[in-house]
């Protein structure tokens, strides 16, 4: 297509209608699954919930070109939770399991919700994250360590109308953790329900992260971080999605023509 209306940081991809943008996804997704299977034997992935991601997830299990994502070697891995029961419609995990988890080949055990109500959800999620993807010892050999930032493989995140991503929202106490892995999201500054979060410590480190919006709903904020990326330094109190900068990792962008304002 032609330039972009909008400047942002990583690679952009545009795409006129949903389905080309899933193809695009989904043909990186599986890339960093391969690539994952190849170096380590595992495949860490963290999903976002939502409504745009959902015909994606639904694109991913039906489309045969995909089925040779190596699901049997994948954990995944929940982005953010709304503090509900798993059967409440806001719950994320419902969402991801009956679109994609119930469908996929991957072992039960390697299926990792967020247990949403619990006093230490967080704490909970973040010992997880430590003891499956084990920091490696000077032998090579796998381990748990209380300290260590673990690397998630691919990150599939979203964007707010208000800029806020996973549940890191504009102004709240987790867009200023800087040490905690998954914190617990609620206030004044939250949409409610409270959450639990996966935090920019933990997102930055990821391998890759992509960010799917699309809509013409989308549009305009997509608009003002565009312009604000253009003239300032990222503000993640401000606009938290400008907070996801992987530092070794990649960055790509998902939009369809109507979030990106090109015709
Ligand atoms: C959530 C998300 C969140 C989401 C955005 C966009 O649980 O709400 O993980 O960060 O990606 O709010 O939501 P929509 O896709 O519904 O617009």
Redesign the pocket.
Known sequence: MTTPAIQLPGRVFISADCDALFDDLASSLMSSAIKAVHDRGVFHLAL??????EPFYMQLMIDPRWRIVPWERTHLWI??E?RVPESDPKS?FRMIRETLADHAPIPRRQVHPMAALADDAADLYQQELREVIAAPDQEGTLRPDPSFTPRLDFVL????DDA????LFPGSDAVHEKVELVVVNEGRNVTPPPRVTMTFPLLNAARQVAILVTDQKKAATLRKVSDHLREAAADPVLYPITGIAPVEGGLAWYLDAAAAGVE
């Not at 976002?48 to 991601?53: D, H, N």
């Not at 806020?164 to 549940?167: G, I």
């Open positions: 976002s919930g939502g409504s745009t991601p982005v953010d709304r994320n995140l979203g964007m707010g806020h991503t996973a549940s």
